[in-house]
């Protein structure tokens, strides 16, 4: 793994959340997308050289609602940089990870992502990530 790519965290209202970050970073989202797949709409800042992705559902039975549901607006995933993927992937599973997918999908920011069990990761919710190269 070669950095921390993003921290991740959920939220009840994307333009609430946007608004609020805006004067806490003192700059404006850089990126907005929905990723359709996870349900959840996103939206990216810039800090120096740290990112911070804000997830809101946008469907009252996808992952970050029923997050929202059992514990509220918080922190929900860190996500690492990764060179290979799928590579990285091979790599946690032969340590005994339990990951969420099989094999890598896109998702926001032009990466390919993938989760790490937050069972097998002393509770925390990891997420992989790779640059698509086209």
């Given at each position: 793994?070669?950095?921390?790519?993003?921290?991740g965290?959920?939220?009840?209202?994307?333009?609430?959340?946007?608004?609020?970050?805006?004067?806490?970073?003192?700059v404006?989202?850089?990126?907005?997308?929905?990723?359709?797949?996870?349900?959840?709409?996103?939206?990216?800042?810039?800090?120096?050289?740290?990112?911070?992705?804000?997830?809101a559902?946008?469907?009252?039975?996808?992952?970050?609602?029923?997050?929202?549901?059992?514990?509220?607006?918080?922190?929900?995933?860190?996500?690492?940089?990764?060179?290979?993927?799928?590579?990285?992937?091979?790599?946690?599973?032969?340590?005994?990870?339990?990951?969420l997918?099989?094999?890598?999908?896109?998702?926001?920011?032009?990466?390919?992502?993938?989760?790490?069990?937050?069972?097998?990761?002393?509770?925390?919710?990891?997420?992989?990530?790779?640059?698509?190269?086209?």
């Amino acid at each position: 793994m070669k950095k921390i790519e993003h921290l991740g965290i959920a939220v009840k209202n994307i333009e609430d959340s946007n608004a609020l970050f805006e004067k806490l970073l003192g700059v404006a989202p850089y990126k907005q997308e929905e990723v359709a797949s996870e349900g959840v709409n996103t939206s990216f800042f810039q800090n120096g050289p740290n990112k911070i992705e804000l997830l809101a559902s946008t469907n009252s039975d996808g992952p970050i609602a029923k997050f929202l549901e059992k514990k509220g607006e918080g922190i929900h995933h860190v996500a690492f940089e990764v060179n290979d993927i799928v590579a990285e992937m091979a790599r946690l599973k032969s340590e005994g990870f339990t990951l969420l997918n099989e094999k890598p999908k896109k998702g926001a920011d032009n990466k390919w992502v993938a989760f790490v069990h937050p069972k097998t990761a002393n509770g925390v919710l990891v997420e992989l990530c790779q640059e698509i190269r086209e």
